[in-house]
């Protein structure tokens, strides 16, 4: 079975310094995984996707994450937080098919 | 191309009624999926479907319904609605099951 574990709800980091969302997956074979974003009153947004081709996933705005299978862990990072990336952000793991499985969510405040 | 769009945005009904939201996705795209999003239970899946077929099936009552037509456009009906189906309903489309999904602006649906 496959499920995906966000483990903070809340950050609040400050302009300018590192962000670091944290993301545990379970998943029986070889998934992929996504991180989306969420801007208030909005629908999702696609920052990266993983599939197995590079631990070391490029997204936009000057996100990545990387796969670690041996910690199965796919961690979001940004070198510096602008004031324009609060917002939820969602863990997501492929289940058979074409179901998705979303972690809870993670609220990112960016203190100015 | 034209992202995902759905209609309408935002909808009022009361309960024991029952509603049709729309989901036209990206050209091309043959999946289509749909997800609840509520503040208690989060991101939910509720169906799949893929070339006019369901493929997968979330864990809803069968109130909740969806079909697709030969141009992929997709609806989901909710019958007999009760106060807890007031949610944003998300859908979202690819070109094939497992790849990365496209979410649209969602419907807000609020039941009184």
């Known amino acids: 079975a496959q499920s995906v574990t966000q483990l903070d709800s809340h950050v609040s980091v400050s302009e300018g310094t590192p962000v670091l969302l944290r993301c545990n997956y379970s998943s029986s074979y070889s998934p992929s995984l996504f991180w989306y974003v969420q801007h208030p009153n909005k629908g999702l947004q696609l920052l990266l996707k993983?599939?197995?081709?590079?631990?070391l996933v490029k997204g936009i705005n000057g996100f990545e994450a990387e796969f670690k299978k041996s910690e199965t862990s796919f961690h979001l990072t940004k070198p510096s937080a602008h004031m324009s990336d609060a917002a939820e952000y969602f863990c997501v793991v492929t289940g058979t098919g074409n179901q998705f499985y979303f972690g809870t969510g993670t609220s990112l405040t960016v203190i100015p | 191309k034209a992202g995902v769009t759905q209609t309408p945005r935002y909808l009022i009904k009361t309960r024991g009624q029952q509603v049709t939201l729309s989901c036209s996705p990206i050209s091309g795209h043959r999946s289509v999926s749909w997800y609840q999003q509520t503040p208690g239970q989060g991101l939910q899946f509720l169906f799949e479907y893929f070339s006019e077929t369901q493929r997968n099936k979330g864990n809803f009552p069968g109130r909740f319904s969806g079909r697709q037509f030969s141009n992929s456009r997709s609806e989901m009906n909710v019958s007999t609605l009760e106060l807890g189906d007031s949610a944003l309903y998300l859908c979202?489309?690819?070109?094939?099951?497992?790849?990365?999904?496209?979410f649209g602006p969602g419907t807000r649906l609020l039941v009184l």
């Open positions: 993983y599939t197995s081709a590079a631990t």
């Open positions: 979202a489309s690819s070109l094939w099951t497992r790849e990365t999904q496209y």
